[in-house]
Nanobody, 123 residues
Framework: QAQLVESGGTLVQPGGSLRLSCAASGFTLGYYAVGWFRQAPGKEREGISCISNGNGRIYYADSVKGRFTVSRDNAENMAYLQLDNLKPEDTAVYFC????????????????WGRGTQVTVSS
């Protein structure tokens, strides 16, 4: 029953911006940390951001720090990732995930993943 659905991915020019959304259903997102990940063709999945359930702790990978911004709206059961100053190397499928234990995403219980949304950065 628990589900995460990403949206907002599209083709964008270098230097452009996008906002990705992560909609949760079947569970209360406010109890969970939300992570954002991406996977480019032929590469391993990369963790790029995480926000705690109470917004007190936020993490970014060096590859996106200063360009991407994570946020959440627990009342709407939503999380977001703002992508600014996009580069071709940002091209990937972007995933959101929810983990009740915090920013870990390695457990077998109370960890949920979306199926991803494609972001393509090209001129």
């Amino acid at each position: 029953q628990a589900q995460l659905v990403e949206s907002g991915g599209t083709l964008v020019q270098p230097g452009g911006s996008l906002r990705l959304s992560c909609a949760a259903s079947g569970f209360t997102l406010g109890y969970y940390a939300v992570g954002w990940f991406r996977q480019a063709p032929g590469k391993e999945r990369e963790g790029i951001s995480c926000i705690s359930n109470g917004n007190g702790r936020i993490y970014y990978a060096d590859s996106v720090k200063g360009r991407f911004t994570v946020s959440r709206d627990n009342a709407e059961n939503m999380a977001y990732l703002q992508l600014d100053n996009l580069k071709p190397e940002d091209t990937a499928v972007y995933f959101c995930a929810a983990d009740r234990s915090g920013c870990h995403f390695t457990g077998k219980m109370n960890v949920y993943w979306g199926r991803g949304t494609q972001v393509t950065v090209s001129s």
